[in-house]
């Protein structure tokens, strides 16, 4: 059973930083790409960031480039979102994903809020 627990978000000060963590289970981590998304209120689901299986090749969505880092350790089955800067903006919930055989998988999400 394709499982996630995510974690490291909160409460953060504008031009704060935040870690967060995604640990996977119940499918062989090292051969999926992984994304991270967000889901702000009232707003569609977004794309953040994304790792090949391998780590090699990231991607990033414009309004986070140059403050975010996806990192991942296939050694322990975890896919991180370092985040710089952080703006009021970027307060949302955000959530681990991976594609499998056509079937898409979500964590539960973690909350981050941007506020002074």
């Known amino acids: 059973q394709v499982q996630f627990v995510e974690s490291g978000g909160g409460l953060v000060q504008p031009g704060g930083s935040l870690r967060l963590s995604c640990v996977a289970s119940?499918?062989?981590?090292?051969?999926?790409?992984m994304s991270w998304y967000r889901q702000a209120p009232g707003k569609e689901r977004e794309l953040v960031a994304a790792?090949?299986?391998?780590?090699?090749?990231?991607n990033y969505a414009n309004s986070v480039k140059g403050r975010f880092t996806i990192t991942r350790d296939n050694t322990k089955n975890t896919v991180y979102l370092q985040m710089n800067s952080l703006k009021p903006e970027d307060t949302a919930v955000y959530y681990c994903?991976?594609?499998?055989?056509?079937?898409?998988?979500w964590g539960q999400g973690t909350q981050v809020t941007v506020s002074s």
């Open positions: 994903n991976t594609y499998i055989r056509d079937l898409e998988y």
């Open positions: 119940g499918f062989t981590f090292g051969i999926r790409h």
């Open positions: 790792i090949y299986a391998d780590g090699g090749t990231t």
